[in-house]
């Protein structure tokens, strides 16, 4: 019994890191589709595609629910789609556009789990404690240095260090709100009806926003288009949802500290781009940050 507990333990971490892998390429393959592909449209995309394959995985567990799905439940769904992904990916995406560099948007998006510890005192009822201000200042003097991510100073890199973390402010409300709900639909469940309503209240403005001139680009970023749904977005969540139900919760917070350091990595690999002075510190900076997001709730959880 203890040699299959082990192996489903290492089969779920090998998983988190795969989808948190996965995960890490997002920004890249977006900045190889480029403005080629609107980002309402490729979030539409992204979004709607995942969440009918997550439903479809999910209909043995609504079979077996005691209570059909109310008119309540569609309406979170609704809202944490509304906010997680209508809002925070699209910005997300912008985002990506409007930094100069992938290896900058992944770092800084990764400051969300400090907004999520900010948020969750007002929406998931949890202390503030001395760690959270100590993390949320490490985040902010992080982020501060990358908008000098060019070497010096540029407004542009400013208006996108603003439309990330807004992206990431979005994001974690999503994260606060699912962690309110989960109990009641389970994690993919959740993120699988949240991704198609969202999606689908994208859906009006993707179509506003794509005409007969964006078929031609549109199929000649079909490749990176692709990845960045089926293995981005799609595979990636199934790896690290099946990861969180072989391991623990604590363990997947763990393993997203992977994604900024991998995303840079590859950035400077794949897309030959230079991580200077600045983009190092702001790093490591945003990395300590997370760190003591991560530890300092656990000590607390041990504490209680």
């Known amino acids: ?23 890490s390429t997002v920004e890249i393959a977006s900045k190889i589709i480029g403005p080629r592909v609107d980002p309402v449209v490729l979030t539409f995309l992204r979004f709607f595609i995942t969440g009918i394959f997550l439903i479809i995985i999910c209909i043995p567990m609504l079979r077996l629910r ?11 769904f609704l809202l944490n789609g509304l906010i997680g992904i209508a809002l925070g990916i699209t910005l997300f995406h912008i985002a990506i556009l ?23 005192r007002f ?10 201000w100590v993390a949320a200042l490490l985040g902010v003097l992080g982020v501060s240095f990358f908008a ?13 260090l603003g439309l990330m973390l807004l992206a990431a402010f ?17 994690a993919m469940m959740l993120a699988g009806f949240s991704a198609l309503f969202g999606s689908l209240l994208l859906a009006p403005l993707a179509w506003y926003r794509f005409s007969c001139a964006d078929i031609g680009p549109l199929a000649g970023a079909w490749l990176p288009v692709a990845y960045v749904v089926v293995f981005g977005t799609v595979l990636a969540y199934v790896l690290y949802y099946f990861g969180i139900l072989n391991t623990s919760a604590q363990k997947a917070s763990l393993a997203f500290f992977l994604k900024p350091v991998l995303a840079s990595v590859l950035a400077a690999w794949i897309l030959n781009e230079t991580i200077n002075g600045y983009m190092i510190a702001g790093t490591i900076l945003i990395l ?14 041990e504490r209680k």
């Open 66 to 76: 005691l209570t059909p799905l109310s008119w309540k439940d569609y309406g979170i």
């Open 170 to 186: 979005f994001f974690a409300l999503s994260i606060c709100i699912s962690r309110r709900v989960v109990g009641g639909y389970g």
């Open 1 to 23: 019994m203890k040699i299959n507990a082990s192996r489903d333990e290492l089969t779920g971490i090998l998983s988190l890191v795969g989808g948190v892998g996965l995960f």
């Open 288 to 301: 300590c940050g997370l760190v003591v997001t991560v530890f300092g709730s656990y000590l607390n959880r």
């Open 148 to 160: 000098y991510e060019s070497g010096a100073f540029l407004t542009v890199s400013l208006q996108g």
């Open 123 to 132: 929406i998931n009822r949890e202390s503030w404690h001395l760690h959270v």
């Open 98 to 120: 409007t930094m100069e560099k992938a290896a900058s948007a992944a770092v800084v998006f990764s400051v969300n789990p400090v907004f999520v510890i900010l948020l969750s």
